[in-house]
């Protein structure tokens, strides 16, 4: 009795088999694409690992590059500066007012300006630094930190020549900048701006160092500046230019030809300059500077052909009246060709020598004035504060 029953399984096994095989079949001719899903979902990559944990570096990895921990090293210390300041301005007359007279009596309206930039804590005591120009004319100045804080900040002093400016604010544990060597910058090296564009707070953009010692670019009086492709925005004036260890190595300060399209053309102010500036602002309240009370321009090699000379040089575009210069009888027009015995090279160069002279101090000029040479001894005085 039980061969029939194994038969029987068996045939009941065989005949579910081949109904399962003839379904699959009629399903599979009737929706083929059931069958391309099925080998899609067999071909999916493995899903990647889990991110690391916290305090693990970001660059970890083959084939990865991040300047995660250059940005966690410095960017607390970069802080977002509103500015407000009150402006009068006048109404331009209406037709309605031509017309019953009411011109001859102007009528003015006050408005408050605002203006966005950024700045870098340098010290524990509060001290910021940040361009001149970011906080230039300002009644009020408010600063945001990176972990939300916020506080009234007080003017310690400005440098115009520079376009730096040193501000105070009144909080405890506040995060400092580590500040790097610029002199150690190469050009390829790779930088990070870290600032505040159009009011996103804590926003990092990078490229590599262009150039260095760029001058003559009209933004300040002095002028030595590191030239970046790292994006500087409205806003970035006065925030960070880091290294790939998160030191401060500039303070970015502008771009050019912004509206002709141009990008990748920003430059920062060397922390080597904005060390000098910022600590002799802290403890005196200004940057004592030489001066003589000369405008010199560059002559190009074509203008020097003509005065008898080899190479170019620098010519006294205009003279202060009452100056040292004009009291060591210097005119307009003289040529520069040597100061304090060294070649005069530039403009520029010749600005940067009297600057680093303290008042007090001889500087000593050799020049032509026309075919004829000449030799000045001229003393240094203070180069007066602008404003």
């Known amino acids: 009795m039980q061969k029939p029953l194994l038969g029987r399984a068996l045939s009941f096994v065989a005949m579910s088999v081949v109904s399962g095989l003839a379904l699959a079949f009629v399903i599979v001719a009737w929706r083929p694409e059931l069958l391309q899903r099925a080998a899609a979902t067999r071909m999916l990559p493995v899903a990647p690992p ?11 990895g083959p084939g990865r590059i991040s300047y995660a921990d250059a940005v966690d090293r410095a960017a607390p210390a970069v802080v977002n500066i509103f500015t407000a300041r009150l402006v009068t301005e006048q109404i331009p007359p209406s037709g309605f007012d031509q017309l019953f007279g009411d011109s001859f ?16 804590i340098v010290d524990e005591d509060g001290h910021i630094v940040t361009n001149y120009h970011v906080i230039a004319n300002a009644d009020a100045i408010r600063v945001q930190l990176a972990d939300g ?5 007080m003017i310690v002093g400005r440098d115009p020549d520079t376009d730096l400016a040193v501000l105070k604010i009144n909080l405890k544990n506040l995060p400092v900048m580590p500040l790097g060597r610029s002199d150690r910058l190469r050009v390829g090296d790779v930088v990070l701006a870290i600032g ?16 260095t010692g760029r001058q003559q670019l009209g933004v300040a009086t002095l002028e030595d500046f590191i030239q970046t492709d790292a994006p500087i925005n409205f806003g970035n004036s006065g925030g960070a230019l880091v290294d ?19 990008e990748g053309i920003g430059f920062a102010i060397p922390v080597n300059m904005v060390r000098g500036v910022v600590n002799e602002i802290i403890a005196k309240g ?8 000369i405008v010199p321009e560059d002559v190009t090699d074509e203008q020097a052909a003509q005065l008898g000379l080899v190479h170019g040089g620098v010519v ?25 015995g060294t070649r005069a090279e530039s403009a520029q160069e010749v600005m940067a020598h009297i600057a680093s002279l303290m008042p007090g101090e001889v500087v000593r000029i050799k020049g032509l ?13 203070e180069r007066p504060q602008s404003r």
């Open 244 to 262: 790939t260890n998160g030191d401060l190595v500039g303070i970015n300060t502008a771009i050019v030809a912004k509206n002709l399209g141009v």
């Open 369 to 381: 004035r026309g075919e004829a040479s000449f030799t000045a001894k001229i003393r240094v005085i």
């Open 316 to 340: 006294i575009a205009t003279l202060y009246l009452g100056s040292p210069a004009v009291q060591a009888g210097l005119r307009s027009g003289d040529l520069i060709t040597q100061i304090d």
């Open 149 to 153: 804080r916020v506080a009234d900040a």
């Open 50 to 60: 889990p991110p690391s944990p916290a305090g693990e570096r970001a660059a970890e």
């Open 196 to 211: 505040d564009p159009l009011g996103l707070s804590q926003t990092v953009t990078h490229g590599i160092v262009s150039a």
């Open 286 to 293: 200004r940057v004592i500077r030489g001066w003589i009370g």
């Open 105 to 120: 009596f102007p009528r003015y309206r006050r408005r408050i300006e605002r203006t966005l930039g950024s700045g870098v």
